[in-house]
């Protein structure tokens, strides 16, 4: 698609709107939209000015003014707006050289696919990342100074078995952990997993699965086609986009936050991934699971990282509520064939082209072309300095010996402890100036005040816990 192609598709589609989006920080994606007439060749040209200030971690109020280029390969339109819309996803840039603002996450991602090609090591990234998803009846909260509560409402939950329904109780619904994957009634999301997989081939985002997952109250999961970096994390953008609203749409709620539930199973993202050259899997050779020497130092890279990884691939305080020891979460740092109690897995593949590692500590709370990017780097890393991962996990990680277990190294235990690794091992993120310090500072800033905000409110549990000491 090319800028010629997206005005035809604005006459041919009748297009009223055109919606610019873009990714803060955090991972949550922004728009501005323009109609019709104000829109032309010039917006590929010199874009479309914002206010950079307004964005939570990017610039002050003084060097505010930003522009918004749009990248006519990701045109769109959009399924859910009333008046005909296209959604083109945009660049941040300075405007004073037009170069790729140092804060703006899709930049930073296609600086990392360029650093891939200037290395010589590569020339293609492909991401295939997989994030769970729950979907509730309705979601009430509130935390003030008189108390905190949260209160989860799912006709679906295994806690909903002696509720009052309008027309009945029909006994039907996943028990704890009973969610993977029985057939209909049990499963109540398929026809609306089966519209949210109709829209997004429509918007133009392969679909290869979908399913309910392990969870009860409504944990579900749609598998998408791996693809390049950039374009990988944009379709993961508009796979949460479409999976928000068709929730929406059906009256329903859907939230990617890692672990909303207790007791039962989070929702992680786990991530393949491989590296390319000259049409050739680099991750493909004779070593164990069918993996080449380089896919082992790439995963080198990635464990030898792993923690610094964590405040990037696992963002959020909510984070490390899945990422418990003892409790089936992947915080393992070991690599293993077909193991999934190992952080890093080597799927069974047929063929040399699909072989590739699967990174399973990420949760769908990361920022997708922050993620893929971190990841990248810290595999190269591994690969550059040449980091054996050492001998594979095939034992189940969650059922060892006491001094077996204490060999194995594990994720982070929160996030404010990730962020203090992030700081302390950041070089390998910097390299090609792909991240910036001035960007890590800026996101270990803003994630340090999620951490001050969690850990300064009192929780309903402390007064379980406390109450009468």
């Given amino acids: 698609m090319t800028p010629q192609d997206v005005l035809k598709m604005v006459e041919e589609k009748e297009v009223r709107f055109v919606d610019f989006r873009f990714t803060d920080t955090r991972g949550k994606e922004q728009h501005v939209g323009v109609p019709v007439s104000a829109f032309s060749m010039d917006k590929f040209e010199d874009g479309h000015a914002f206010d950079g200030s307004s964005i939570a971690g990017w610039k002050g109020i003084q060097a505010s003014d930003m522009q918004l280029m749009p990248d006519a390969a990701t045109a ?65 909260w509130g935390v003030d100074m008189s108390g905190a509560h949260v209160k989860i409402y799912s006709e679906e939950a295994a806690w909903s078995s002696s509720e009052k329904f309008e027309g009945g109780n029909t006994g039907h619904r996943p028990t704890v952990k009973g969610g993977y994957f029985p057939v209909p009634p049990v499963d109540s999301f398929n026809d609306m997993r089966a519209q949210m997989c109709l829209l997004l081939e429509a918007c ?71 590296i390319w050259k000259d049409g050739k899997n680099l991750f493909a050779g004779n070593g164990y699971a069918g993996l080449s020497e380089f896919a082992l130092y790439y995963i080198g890279g990635v464990i030898k990282h792993a923690r610094a990884l964590n405040a990037i691939t696992n963002p959020l305080t909510n984070s490390y509520k899945r990422l418990v020891p003892g409790f089936e979460a992947p915080v393992k740092l070991a690599y293993s064939a077909r193991n999934r109690s190992a952080s890093i897995r080597i799927p069974y593949v047929h063929s040399d082209k699909a072989r590739r590692i699967e990174t399973r500590f990420p949760d769908p709370g990361a920022n997708p072309y922050l993620c893929f990017t971190a990841l990248m780097m810290a595999g190269l890393d591994g690969v550059q300095n040449k980091i054996h991962p050492g001998d594979p996990a095939d034992k189940n990680l969650y059922d060892l010996p006491p001094e077996e277990d204490a060999k194995i190294p594990t994720v982070c235990s929160s996030l404010e402890q990730a962020l203090e690794y992030l700081d302390n091992d950041r070089e390998f993120l910097t390299r090609g100036g792909v991240f910036s310090n001035e960007m890590l500072d800026a996101y270990i800033e803003l994630k340090m005040e999620e951490v001050t905000k969690f850990r300064m409110t009192t929780h309903p549990v402390e007064f379980d816990m406390y109450y009468s000491i």
Avoid: W
């Fill in 76 to 140: 769109y339109i959009d399924p859910f707006f009333d008046e005909t819309t296209l959604v083109l996803t945009c660049d941040v840039v300075e405007p004073a050289d037009g170069k790729g603002y140092d804060r703006d996450p899709r930049s930073i991602a296609k600086r990392a696919e360029a650093y891939l090609k200037s290395s010589g090591i590569g020339d293609t990234a492909y991401f295939g990342p997989e994030p769970e998803f729950f979907i509730f009846d309705s979601i009430e």
């Fill in 204 to 274: 133009g985002v392969p679909v290869e699965v979908h399913h309910h997952e392990v969870a009860t109250a409504g944990q579900n999961e749609i598998g998408t086609v791996f693809n390049t970096l950039v374009r990988r994390a944009d379709q993961t953008q508009l796979l949460k986009y479409i999976v928000h609203n068709v929730a929406h749409s059906y009256g329903k709620t859907a939230t990617f936050m890692p672990k909303p539930i207790v007791g039962d199973n989070g929702s992680g993202m786990h991530v393949h991934q491989s």
